[in-house]
C-alpha cells in the first residue's frame, strides 16, 4: 500500500475498533499503544458486505491500518460458528504499520458458502464487528 493510501485509511477512522469503554484513541494517549483502523481493500468502509459468486476472483480483503505507524502488531479476523469465535485469518502489521486478512468464502464441503456470517476484527485488545452475505 502506497503511504498516500495508508495515510487516508488512517484519516477516515470509520469504527476505529469499537469497544465498551474508552474510546479507542483516548485509551491509546493513555497507553502509548498505537490506535487501528480498517477498511476494504477496494476502498469501502460499510461493515456490511454482499460478495457474490459471480466475482469469486475480486473478493475484497481487510486492510487494518496503525497510527502512528508500528510494526509487529498481530491483528486476527474471526467469524461467528454458533457461540464460539473461530479465527479465519491473522496477520501481523509491516513496518509502514499495516496489515491484511482474507474472507475465506469457502464452507467445509467446499463450496462456495451461501450465507451470512459475522466476523469480528480483533486488534490491540480492541473488536469491529463486521457482517458479509456470500451469495
Known sequence: MHRSGV???LAVAISALLATGPSVGSAAAASDEPTYFWRWSD????????VDTAR?????RLVV???????????????R???????EDAATTRPDG???????????DGDWCRR????????????????????
Open 7 to 9: 495515510r487516508a485509511a
Open 43 to 50: 476502498g469501502s468502509e460499510r461493515p456490511t458486505r454482499l
Open 56 to 60: 469469486q476472483s475480486r473478493i475484497p
Open 65 to 79: 491500518a496503525t497510527s502512528p505507524a508500528t510494526s509487529g502488531q498481530r491483528v486476527l479476523l474471526q467469524f
Open 81 to 87: 460458528d454458533g457461540t464460539r469465535w473461530r479465527t
Open 98 to 108: 499495516t496489515a491484511t486478512l482474507d474472507l475465506n468464502p469457502f464452507c467445509e
Open 116 to 135: 451470512t456470517f459475522g466476523y469480528r476484527l480483533v486488534a490491540g485488545g480492541r473488536t469491529a464487528a463486521l457482517t458479509v452475505t456470500f451469495r
